[in-house]
């Protein structure tokens, strides 16, 4: 754990650090992939700074919703530069919406654009891990399983590396040359490779909260995050479902009629 | 995966069961809470130090009021000037139960420049004297300032590295824990 990287006399944030340069990398290479779906790297690159200026505006406006007398009282403390001051699920929503309202206004195709935003979100997905790890959050439950960690005062399961490994795995399954992002670019399978990665994801999320110990329960007996992410795997997989049906339909209509050859 | 491909219905069908049996059967363990650690959902480590009256002032003790507990020092700037903010907050929250402890790093600092930066500014929060460094070990502070929310059941709801905070910061998350309190 190193919440604080000291750089002479800065002390910096490790795990926003992480999650910067993660995002720097993430749009780099998203931008270089994007051929791979039919996509430009400058579209690429709008999509993303769009979403980003609206996740940010989103995650603090959310916050502030939330307590506005605080904000009333100090209206230009909207614009501090504090981490600690934005909602993420807030942040994401906007994002995500302005994403969606920037495609339909510009007329940009939507699946073969998440299909290479993928790229992105494979690679925060990979260092939200590490930057978990760096600053400590989303611990693991106690354990004494050989591989748990010194966390917290206790020895705990090691719930950001699974949480890293996971992601990396994921990233791997959909890195273009391999199969989904293969049949992605294909005619009537775009956003496989989008729904692929958010399937994975989610059915990790599902395994590995299960071994955090700092869960939201629902119910007194459920975690929230899991309930959350069953229902995103069940659209996921319908989706999925749904390019791969395409394939079999599509089939009969691309091969050309089979006629004998004594006819020609 | 020939086969899934083919049968994805009855795959996504045994995929999700699996899913649900993994969610139903693995019960919830939650590490916050119990133990203490100067993270956010644990218990707030406890502690004792002098205030400027010479009075012991224990955390534990005021059990059942929200507390901001600020670890500054009267070298680092960021620290002073989120101090007139935190007064202000203070005076507006503490007839509500709200409290703050600005325990000064007095093992790397000076008592009397403390005292005096106190004065000037007229603040009137407890102000505590960590003389051998405890409590920064306890709450492993490698920032100045670094700033706890620690709600009336003692459990840290939020921690901050670096300043200034900026006042709605302070009155949104102090507002937090006092909704939280109220039933």
């Known amino acids: 754990m190193l919440p604080i990287l000291h750089i002479g006399p800065l002390a910096l944030p490790t795990a926003q650090l992480i999650m910067l340069l993660g995002f720097w990398l993430g749009l780099e290479l998203a931008e270089k992939q994007a051929h791979h779906f039919r996509t430009s790297p400058a579209q690429i690159y709008h999509l993303t700074l769009i979403g980003l200026a609206a ?210 | 995966m020939g086969w899934i491909r083919q049968n994805w219905t009855l795959f996504s069908i045994l995929v999700l069961a699996l899913s649900a049996g993994w969610i139903v059967f693995t019960p919830p363990n939650t590490g916050g809470g119990k133990a203490s650690a100067p993270g956010e959902g644990f218990r707030a480590p406890d502690f004792e130090l002098q205030d400027a009256s010479g009075q012991i002032v224990r955390l534990s003790d005021l059990r059942g009021r929200p507390v901001l507990l600020n670890l500054w020092a009267s070298w680092c700037s960021p620290c002073k000037a989120e101090m007139p903010a935190m007064q202000k907050v203070y005076e507006t929250y503490a007839p509500s139960g709200f409290t703050i402890l600005a325990v000064n790093t007095t093992y790397q600092d000076d008592r009397a420049n403390a005292l005096a930066f106190a004065k000037n500014l007229g603040l009137t929060f407890p102000l505590l004297f960590d003389s051998d460094g405890n409590v920064a070990r306890q709450y492993r502070v490698n920032a100045m300032p670094t700033t706890f929310f620690i709600d009336s059941k003692g459990i840290i709801r939020r921690v901050v590295f670096g300043g200034p905070m900026p006042e709605a910061l302070l009155r949104a998350e102090i507002e937090k824990m006092l909704k939280e309190e109220t039933p």
Not at chain 1, 73 to 86: C, D, G, K, T
């Open chain 1, 55 to 264: 996740g940010l505006a989103g995650a603090r406006l959310t916050y502030a919703t939330r307590t506005p007398s605080a904000f009333l009282a100090s209206p230009l403390n909207l614009l501090a530069p504090r981490p600690e001051m934005l909602d993420p699920a807030g942040g994401w929503a906007a994002a995500a919406l302005a994403i969606l309202v920037t495609m339909r206004i510009r007329r940009l195709p939507l699946w073969p654009s998440l299909d290479a935003l993928t790229t992105l979100l494979a690679v925060l997905a990979v260092t939200l891990g590490l930057a978990h790890f760096a600053s400590g959050e989303a611990f693991g439950a106690p354990t004494q399983a050989l591989w748990g960690i010194e966390l917290w005062g206790e020895r705990r399961h090691p719930t950001q590396i699974y949480e890293t490994l996971a992601a990396l795995l994921a990233a791997a399954a959909v890195w273009p040359g391999r199969r989904a992002a293969v049949l992605s670019a294909q005619a009537g399978r775009a956003g496989l490779r989008f729904w692929v990665f958010m399937g994975l994801g989610a059915a990790a999320r599902i395994f590995i909260e299960s071994f955090r110990g700092d869960s939201i329960i629902l119910l007194g007996s459920f975690r929230q995050a899991q309930v959350i992410a069953w229902f995103v795997l069940a659209i996921c997989l319908w989706q999925i479902g749904q390019r791969l049906g395409q394939q079999h339909q599509a089939v009969p209509e691309e091969k050309p009629p089979h006629e004998p050859i004594s006819s020609i």
